[in-house]
């Protein structure tokens, strides 16, 4: 069966420090990996997914992610936070053989102080 | 470009009642995917429709059943309804039934069942 984990229930930065929000998968076969964003009340918003190729991949509103096939993680990442980056984010894993079927983790919640 | 729609925004049951949720996808797309997000949780797949065909399941009770309709909109039906079926029901829709696809959400029903 395959998983994913976000050990991180919250992650507090300061405006303008680096943030990462961690990620790791347990899957059998490839996965397809993706970072979703939340805003209270409302759906998940697509940021980047790593489909193949260059293991660092770049998304929306600054944010990069970087798979890492041998320790099975695709942690999120952005230079520069904003205040407002807060927000709960969530990863998730589709394998190539199982489309559709997408497993997400429980979410990290991520604040942005001033 | 119309995003992805969802009604009701919110709905009250009962134990044993049925519910229908409903989705539009977004505009171009033929394939839509539900997910039930219950609090504190990420979301958990339910099932997938491509080009009005079930394409992949997870692991819900056969009281859980979907629709597709030719213009790719779709239902969510659960039958008798439970305690623990109270949750954010998301919806998604996608370009085609592939893995590598983004997911396009939109801004759930929340289902409360007393």
């Known amino acids: 069966a395959q998983s994913v984990a976000q050990p991180e229930d919250q992650v507090n930065v300061a405006e303008g420090n680096p943030l990462t929000v961690k990620c790791t998968y347990s899957?059998?076969?490839?996965?397809?990996l993706f970072w979703y964003v939340q805003y209270p009340n409302r759906g998940l918003q697509f940021l980047l997914k790593?489909?193949?190729?260059?293991?660092l991949v770049k998304g929306s509103y600054g944010f990069e992610a970087e798979f890492n096939k041998s320790q099975t993680s695709f942690h999120l990442k952005k230079p520069s936070a904003l205040v407002s980056d807060s927000a709960l984010y969530f990863c998730?894993?589709?394998?190539?053989?199982?489309?559709?079927?997408?497993?997400f983790g429980d979410g990290t919640t991520l604040t942005v102080k001033p | 470009e119309t995003g992805v729609t969802q009604s009701p925004t919110h709905l009250i049951k009962t134990r044993g009642q049925q519910v229908t949720l409903r989705c539009s996808s977004q505009?171009?797309?033929?394939?839509v995917s539900w997910y039930q997000q219950a609090l504190g949780q990420g979301p958990q797949f339910i099932f997938q429709?491509?080009?009005?065909?079930?394409?992949g399941r997870g692991n819900f009770p056969p009281r859980f059943s979907g629709l597709q309709f030719p213009n790719y909109s779709s239902e969510l039906n659960v039958n008798a309804l439970e305690l623990d079926d109270s949750a954010l029901y998301l919806c998604?829709?996608?370009?085609?039934?592939?893995?590598?696809?983004?997911?396009?959400f939109g801004p759930g029903t929340r289902l409360t069942v007393l």
């Open positions: 998604a829709s996608s370009s085609e039934g592939s893995s590598t696809d983004t997911q396009y």
């Open positions: 899957v059998s076969g490839n996965p397809y």
């Open positions: 790593y489909i193949t190729g260059d293991n």
């Open positions: 998730a894993a589709v394998l190539n053989t199982n489309a559709g079927k997408s497993t």
């Open positions: 505009s171009g797309h033929n394939t």
């Open positions: 429709y491509y080009r009005e065909e079930e394409n």
